[in-house]
């Protein structure tokens, strides 16, 4: 026999909490199943000097403010995911773990979500998986014949491992930035990304940049060129950034062509030995239990109309990116993203009940 409910949400972190927090409120029958074993989300595993581009008071999840962490202007990962653990708490969410979904597959009048702990139906699937499990690692020429070790940023705690050693980091985003920043207080690091990268102000962090995305999403809905909302740059000065740049270590090589036994090498002659290479290259939707449902992707991600998807409208996408709602990968951004998710679904749920 299957369990039965209103919604089943598939995945216990940022996003998928504060869809609960939402659902709640709709007074909606839903289950959040979660396949870590404890909460906090992908926040447990983040490198260990890991922070939030904003001060807790500006990265809430919907109902609760982040306390603040004493000490420190921007709160630490463990603080984050301490955080997500007495949410999930605080607003009694039906959070089911460690459940870990197989699949989602039409089943006629229901959709049904298979487990290892047994299948659900359900009316709706909301898909807050994130991206943390679907680490991206680009195939490059002789990538197999490096003798030295590759990590990508998942896999990446701290400096000490890289002391006195040659390191190059991949990337040209956040985590490229500060990855370096103290793997070269210990380590002769190089810094190598496909395009040069772009710096934002000193006083700009990640307040400033939600605003900038809200900008950016009522542009796109009114069907206004967004450009020139868009100009700030891609990198955080977060201080220890800074401190990197006024070390005068913070300088960009072009990416490299290949990878050598010993290294790596550009197609003008020019070589480089490292004993380590770090990819900081990002990730990708991690969505195979979407698989039965054959849904058509579209650069590289499902079709969706906000966060409904095109192929399937009983299921929702949640918490991944700017396809997904703008900034909806950070904490208040995913809270914006589920109110809307929920009012819509509410709606179709039970049409002649106003949800809050």
């Avoid at 026999?1 to 007074?27: K, N, P, W």
């Avoid at 603040?68 to 463990?78: I, K, L, N, Y």
């Avoid at 607003?91 to 006629?108: F, S």
């Avoid at 990337?171 to 496909?194: F, H, K, M, R, Y």
Wanted: aromatic fraction near 10%.
């Amino acid at each position: 026999m299957a369990d039965t409910a209103d919604v089943v949400v598939i995945g216990g972190g940022q996003a998928g909490l504060a869809a609960g927090y939402f659902l709640r409120r709709a007074r909606l029958n839903f289950v959040i199943l979660d396949a870590q074993d404890r909460p906090g989300g992908a926040w447990r595993y983040g490198w260990d000097s890991l922070r939030l581009f904003s001060p807790a008071e500006y990265s809430p999840l919907p109902g609760w403010w982040m306390p603040h962490q004493e000490g420190e202007t921007f709160p630490t990962a463990g603080h984050v995911a301490s955080y997500l653990r007495n949410y999930e708490q605080r607003y009694e969410l039906p959070v089911h773990r460690p459940v870990h979904v197989q699949g989602v597959h039409d089943a006629g009048a229901w959709l049904a979500v298979d487990t290892d702990h047994g299948t659900w139906r359900t009316s709706i699937v909301i898909s807050a998986t994130g991206t943390w499990d679907s680490p991206y690692l680009p195939d490059y020429p002789g990538d197999d014949e490096f003798a030295g070790e590759q990590l990508h940023t998942v896999a990446y705690r701290s400096p000490e491992q890289f002391r006195g050693q040659r390191v190059v980091v991949v990337g040209g985003g956040n985590s490229a930035a500060q990855i370096l920043a103290e793997v070269s207080t210990i380590a002769d690091a190089t810094w190598v990304t496909q395009s040069p990268p772009r710096f934002m102000p000193d006083d700009v962090d990640g307040r400033v940049l939600f605003d900038v995305a809200t900008q950016r999403e009522a542009a796109r809905r009114a069907g206004t060129d967004t450009e020139g909302v868009s100009g700030l740059g891609d990198i955080v000065m977060v201080p220890s950034v800074r401190e990197a740049r006024d070390r005068g270590v913070l300088h960009a090589h072009p990416m490299f062509d290949r990878l050598t036994r010993e290294g790596i090498a550009w197609n003008d002659g020019t070589h480089q030995h490292c004993d380590a290479i770090i990819w900081c290259t990002g990730f990708r939707p991690s969505l195979h239990h979407l698989d039965p449902l054959g849904l058509e992707y579209q650069n590289g991600v499902p079709k969706t109309v906000g966060t409904r998807s095109v192929d399937e409208p009983r299921l929702y996408l949640l918490g991944y990116g700017d396809w997904t709602g703008s900034a909806s990968a950070t904490l208040i951004g995913a809270g914006r993203t589920a109110k809307s998710t929920i009012a819509d679904l509410a709606d179709r749920l039970h049409p002649h009940e106003k949800t809050t």
